[in-house]
């Protein structure tokens, strides 16, 4: 079984990009208040001959090995996604020594439960099991926006027993849970996520992508394209695809796939580009993993595949949204910005 749960609500996406740019941080990735300048960075870096940026290194570089890949069970792929992207973010962040910290694994249960419940005041429903036949629950899933948003305004929680509840494994059952309507998140929970929040910026383009992913800054990328349940990796490419429903995967790097003439050429350039993705069906896709790109080859990690920046244009075109995200220890978003009050929906 290969579950997915992203769902396209390009009016969410624009009110919580619209509540950034009223709280000054302005909203997409060029203009992401407090981050240099990130225009034009995958193209500086093709022209000093650096072709494949993969974020995911650090965590290796970490580690010693890569991460096990995830495997969900219920519409949690955008939590996933999310946490995979604080998970790299943090990493990058210790190897680059921008953060004196620790590696430490992040809980997608607890971001999928805030989105839900908290940023999203149980507006999506009751989710009940996929075969649910009782005609009141309206399904799992979540959407990129909210899921940023929960990183950003509430905070990220450090795997562990906290409260008592034991999240020091994968506990898929407590995601769902705490995303019901009405759930409550124990304050014990919220104020260990408190000190650790997200800086987050709307990608609105591949070329903005491209120059995120090139700044270190990973994203959650939710579109009706994604790579197909049967699809196999041809020189670590996979295809973007319509599949029905919407999914949502991280992106962990940029890769410059074959030579280009001319650097400055955009779309010459973008459509030698790849991103690296990072799924939530275990060991998928099967096949070559061995990527073939400008430099040479470089190997996958078993999870991942690259697939092409055009494939993900169409996916932003047919309703799909992109977040970059970057954590931060001890920030917290600008004074009174107000993004997460309850109450403030309604009257926005
Ligand atoms: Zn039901």
Redesign the pocket.
């Known amino acids: 079984m290969f579950p997915t749960g992203w769902f396209s609500d390009p009016n969410r996406v624009l009110f919580v990009r619209q509540l950034l740019v009223a709280a000054r941080e302005g909203g997409s990735v060029y203009t992401a208040a407090g981050v240099p300048s990130m225009l034009g960075r995958w193209k500086a870096a093709v022209k000093k001959g650096v072709y494949l940026i993969h974020h995911r290194q650090a965590e290796r570089m970490l580690l010693g090995r890569w991460r096990g890949p995830d495997f969900q069970r219920r519409g949690t792929c955008a939590s996933r996604a999310q946490f995979r992207v604080l998970q790299t973010s943090w990493a990058w962040q210790i190897v680059m020594r921008a953060v004196i910290g620790q590696y430490t694994e992040l809980s997608y249960e607890f971001l999928y439960g805030v989105a839900r419940a908290m940023v999203r005041r149980g507006q999506l429903g009751?989710a009940?099991p996929g075969s649910?036949q009782?005609g009141?629950?309206s399904g799992d899933g979540a959407i990129v926006a909210d899921l940023a948003l929960a990183s950003r305004d509430i905070g990220i929680l450090a795997r562990g027993i906290i409260a008592g509840i034991d999240l020091s494994q994968s506990n898929e059952a407590q995601a769902v849970d705490w995303g019901q309507p009405n759930s409550r998140i124990p304050q014990a929970v919220l104020d260990a996520a408190a000190p650790y929040r997200a800086r987050i910026m709307q990608a609105d383009s591949v070329m903005e992508m491209a120059d995120a992913l090139a700044s270190g800054h990973p994203g959650n990328f939710g579109a009706t394209y994604y790579g197909s349940p049967n699809a196999q990796l041809q020189g670590g490419i996979v295809r973007l695809t319509p599949n029905g429903g919407g999914h949502a995967e991280s992106r962990t790097g940029v890769v410059l796939l074959r030579p280009v003439k001319d650097p400055d050429d955009d779309a010459e350039l973008l459509a030698a580009t790849g991103f690296f993705v990072d799924g939530s069906w275990g060991d998928w896709p099967k096949g070559d993993r061995n990527l073939r790109y400008a430099g040479g080859v470089y190997e996958l990690p078993p999870g991942s595949y690259v697939a092409p920046a055009s494939d993900h244009a169409i996916g932003l075109r047919q309703g799909g949204e992109c977040w970059h995200s970057q954590v931060v220890q001890g920030w917290r978003p600008s004074a009174n910005s107000g993004v997460y009050v309850p109450g403030q929906e309604q009257a926005a």
């Open positions: 009751p009940h649910c009782c009141r629950c």
